[in-house]
């Protein structure tokens, strides 16, 4: 299986501020990358996938990269309702793996 | 507007079967790989397996597939997950999602169930 290490765990923020989230697979897994944000109480949704690509609906503030073989969630200007959990998984190879999860607050 | 809703959770004893199941509406059901991902209650995400669009192939995490059947019923419009022989560490919400393009096996979750819980215990 792909091993996920995603970082921080967790990571507390203030308002305005650019937040950065980052997965490292243990493996190549190309663009195969997709990132979810989960809101207390709520069922994860999809941000970005195939590692940069936006979902329909989300902010534009949310955007993805990938550098060698390391990929990277960017909120720019943190908003109140940013705050929850996101993870990343990766839909390489079977069985698709997500991150370990980084739990975001407002400082 | 897609909507994934699941039912059939609820507090079962150790060894136990159970059948999650997963009614689907707002799209045609028939055309899309489906999947079950798990959240424990420390919160680690773990995908389960999925479904061809016309439910002539799965795929198991390892770990699960001696013990979870995933299904489906393309005229009602309904996605299965079979539990047996459950254990504590199967505790968790269980959310059944989508891919986003029809006839494709999916590489991300673009649509995702409200999710419901399962707990394991004597």
């Known amino acids: 299986d792909i091993q996920m290490t995603q970082s921080p765990a967790s990571l507390s923020a203030s308002l305005e501020e650019i937040v950065t989230i980052t997965c490292q697979p243990s493996?190549?897994?190309?663009?195969?990358l997709s990132w979810y944000q989960q809101k207390p109480g709520k069922s994860p949704q999809l941000l970005i996938h195939s590692a940069t690509s936006l979902a329909d609906g989300v902010p534009s503030r949310f955007s993805g990269s990938r550098s060698g073989t390391q990929y990277s969630l960017k909120i720019n200007r943190l908003q109140v309702e940013d705050t929850g959990i996101y993870y990343c998984?990766?839909?390489?190879?079977?069985?698709?793996?997500f991150g370990g999860g980084t739990k975001l607050e407002l400082k | 507007e897609v909507q994934l809703v699941e039912s059939g959770g609820g507090l079962v004893k150790p060894g136990a079967s159970l059948k999650l199941s997963c009614v689907a509406s707002?799209?045609?059901?028939?055309?899309?790989?489906m999947s079950w991902v798990r959240q424990t209650p420390g919160k680690t995400m773990e995908w389960i397996g999925d479904i061809k669009y016309d439910g002539s192939y799965t795929n198991y995490a390892p770990s699960l597939k001696n013990r979870f059947t995933i299904s489906r019923d393309n005229a009602k419009s309904t996605l299965y997950l079979q539990m047996s022989n459950v254990r504590s560490e199967d505790t968790a919400t269980y959310y059944c999602?989508?891919?986003?393009?029809?006839?494709?096996?999916?590489?991300?979750?673009?649509?995702w169930g409200q999710g419901t819980l399962v707990t394991v215990s004597s």
């Open positions: 493996q190549d897994i190309g663009n195969y």
């Open positions: 998984l990766q839909g390489y190879s079977a069985p698709w793996t």
């Open positions: 707002g799209f045609t059901f028939s055309d899309y790989w």
């Open positions: 999602t989508s891919g986003e393009y029809p006839g494709i096996r999916g590489n991300w979750f673009a649509y």
